[in-house]
């Protein structure tokens, strides 16, 4: 399957995990997802009927930090692992990133985090 690796700047020692962590790149078709590009993909009836019911649950709120939202997120990514570069997946990534992010506002209540271009479109 496919899998982000996280990319931590030089100098920055890691204390904590953050949403800034979250390098949008896969490793294995070494998607760059700041590049806003997406391709057309047919999916099939498994991939669409899970797409579905994320966005039927989750959609595109933001912020979102409702843990039911996060496994939807989750597992709906799981299912749409072999569609990278899709807008459906591209869609659940971000949400996935949302999520991580409003789980540590949360925490932290950095609210500089929650202002960050890398977050926001």
């Given at each position: 399957?496919?899998?982000?690796?996280?990319?931590?700047?030089?100098?920055?020692?890691?204390?904590?995990?953050?949403?800034?962590?979250?390098?949008?790149?896969?490793?294995?078709?070494?998607?760059?997802?700041?590049?806003?590009t997406?391709?057309?993909?047919?999916?099939?009836?498994?991939?669409?009927?899970?797409?579905?019911?994320?966005?039927?649950?989750?959609?595109?709120?933001?912020?979102?930090?409702?843990?039911v939202?996060?496994?939807?997120?989750?597992?709906?990514?799981?299912?749409?692992?072999?569609?990278?570069?899709?807008?459906?997946?591209?869609?659940?990534?971000?949400?996935?990133?949302?999520?991580?992010?409003?789980?540590?506002?949360?925490?932290?209540?950095?609210?500089?985090?929650?202002?960050?271009?890398?977050?926001?479109?």
């Open positions: 399957g496919h899998w982000y690796e996280n990319i931590h700047h030089e100098g920055r020692k890691k204390k904590l995990f953050t949403a800034l962590d979250v390098v949008c790149e896969c490793r294995v078709c070494e998607n760059n997802w700041s590049n806003q997406t391709r057309s993909a047919k999916l099939e009836p498994e991939q669409l009927k899970s797409f579905r019911k994320w966005r039927a649950t989750v959609g595109t709120v933001y912020p979102n930090s409702d843990k939202h996060f496994k939807e997120t989750c597992h709906a990514l799981r299912v749409l692992q072999d569609l990278p570069n899709t807008e459906e997946h591209h869609q659940l990534f971000r949400q996935f990133r949302n999520s991580l992010n409003a789980f540590q506002y949360s925490v932290t209540e950095n609210s500089i985090i929650m202002n960050s271009d890398f977050i926001h479109e």
